[in-house]
């Protein structure tokens, strides 16, 4: 799967954006997507995930107050809405993609889990 993140940029603390993740693959090949996130200086955590039908959606629970993730098959598309934003959230967000399984259980939230991976996409909150 090949994963073109966007929608990053330069936002003040409280306001809102929504990045965006289109997959290509080979047809009828299922899989789930995730976002995420690596601060500076810090490991790659994970934001949230959802399953190939759009279902089985996650969002880490520090972030389920604010965060939305959607899933529209029709382009093979994943969104990551994020409201509210601090400057915690600082960070370069990126999309996966794997086995449609591993998003059903908490291996959704390990990193080596997930086979493919977009470039990254900086979202920097000013305060």
């Known amino acids: 799967v090949q994963l073109q993140a966007s929608g990053g940029g330069v936002v003040q603390a409280g306001g809102s954006l929504r990045l965006s993740c289109a997959g290509t693959?080979?047809?009828?090949?299922?899989?789930?997507m995730a976002w995420f996130r690596q601060k500076s200086g810090k490991e790659r955590e994970f934001v949230a995930s959802?399953?190939?039908?759009?279902?089985?959606?996650h969002i880490e629970d520090s972030e389920k107050d604010r965060f939305t993730i959607a899933r529209e098959n029709a382009n093979n598309t994943i969104y990551l809405r994020m409201n509210n934003l601090k400057s915690e959230d600082t960070a370069v967000y990126y999309c996966?993609?794997?086995?449609?399984?591993?998003?059903?259980?908490?291996?959704?939230?390990?990193?080596?889990?997930?086979?493919?991976w977009g470039q990254g996409t900086q979202v920097t909150v000013s305060s």
């Open positions: 996966a993609a794997t086995h449609a399984g591993v998003v059903l259980d908490d291996s959704r939230r390990l990193p080596e889990m997930y086979d493919s």
């Open positions: 693959t080979r047809p009828n090949l299922v899989y789930g």
């Open positions: 959802v399953g190939w039908d759009g279902r089985n959606a």
